[in-house]
């Protein structure tokens, strides 16, 4: 949970380092950004660094009490909330206002993690509102959410923002490599569908992933608009498979971006193991038509997102690509 074990965040890492340099602590900050891709384990990093008995510079040495107890997660001054099912819920909030009536009991700091900060129901938004606007001292209170937008604006504005990008793909390929002995093909295609969240793709069973993968791209490439029925069973097919749902959109936009990409840039095709069939592909569209198929893939994800009807937008993104 040191700053230097933190993958592919440079520049949140760089500001919160400087930051600890000049000791100028926000009293509250907020970070965005795709799961997995390092906010929890960076707040957890900020939290150790501050309370550090023996800092390497301004990071956390990892070794002294006060930084086994954060990594154990038995530290009295760092204390964690994170959804109850679906919600944060006001009781959550109320319990950690009555610990901050406090000092800290071991560092110089207490840290307040408030993880997914995004399912705060309305109640629990506006009792974290209120610790924020008179905020104890002593205490950091992180925040981590998916985007600003999923948030009051009244939260947002009393925070200091620090924006998490997706990690870069070749980073996260070089991970699954070192630690999971995937082969390059198989980790640079699982980091692409995972969009650079390392959390999400260590969580993967690299074999099936790749027994689904193969399976999905073989049924779009296979797939016409001649034989109508095995395209809405397709469709039928994905929109049950909720848990998936997401990943195969992510999948399939995959292989219209790299059908597309033969036609450009050859060299930045992902699905390289597919390359005969992306190539054939690839010779039959032109550009605007493969445009209008990632614009139809983009629009059906868009609608899914928005709790339209899975199966119906479905059938008519098939209609679309197909044509």
């Known amino acids: ?53 023996s ?52 560092g110089n700091w207490r840290i307040v993690i408030i993880n997914d900060a995004q399912a705060m129901n309305l109640e629990a938004s506006n009792a974290i509102l209120n610790i924020l606007e008179e905020p104890p001292k002593g205490t950091v209170i992180i925040l981590t959410a998916t985007q600003t937008t999923d948030l009051l604006p009244t939260i947002v504005s009393r925070c200091q923002r620090v924006a998490f990008r997706p990690i870069p793909y070749e980073k996260v390929a070089k991970v699954l490599v070192e630690l999971r002995g995937l082969d390059r093909q198989t980790a640079t295609t699982l980091a692409v569908s995972t969009k650079g969240s390392l959390g999400k793709t260590l969580s993967v069973d690299g074999e099936k992933w790749t027994v689904w993968r193969t399976g999905l791209l073989e049924q779009i490439a296979s797939l016409s608009i001649r034989s109508i029925q095995p395209v809405f069973a397709f469709a039928d097919a994905l929109a049950r498979d909720k848990n998936r749902l997401a990943d195969a959109l992510d999948m399939i936009m995959t292989w219209f971006r790299d059908v597309l990409m033969c036609k450009v840039s050859p060299e930045k095709i992902i699905n390289k193991d597919f390359m005969t069939k992306i190539q054939d592909a690839s010779r039959r569209q032109s550009v605007n038509k493969l445009l209008e198929k990632v614009g139809a893939v983009y629009a059906a994800q868009t609608a899914i997102s928005r709790n339209s009807n899975p199966r119906l937008t479905l059938e008519v993104m098939m209609m679309r690509v197909l044509k």
């Open 1 to 53: 949970m040191r700053f230097e074990s933190i993958i592919g965040q440079e520049r949140p890492i760089r500001f919160l380092t400087q930051m600890l340099q000049k000791r100028i602590i926000p009293h509250a900050m907020l970070f965005t950004g795709v799961d997995g891709i390092g906010k929890q384990t960076t707040a957890r990093a900020l939290g150790m660094a501050l309370n550090c008995l």
């Open 55 to 106: 800092p390497v510079a301004v990071s956390a040495c990892g070794e002294c009490p006060s930084c086994q107890k954060v990594i154990s997660g038995a530290h009295p001054d760092m204390i964690t909330v994170k959804p109850e099912g679906a919600f944060i819920k006001i009781d959550q909030v109320r319990a950690v206002s009555r610990q901050l009536r406090f000092a800290p009991l071991e």
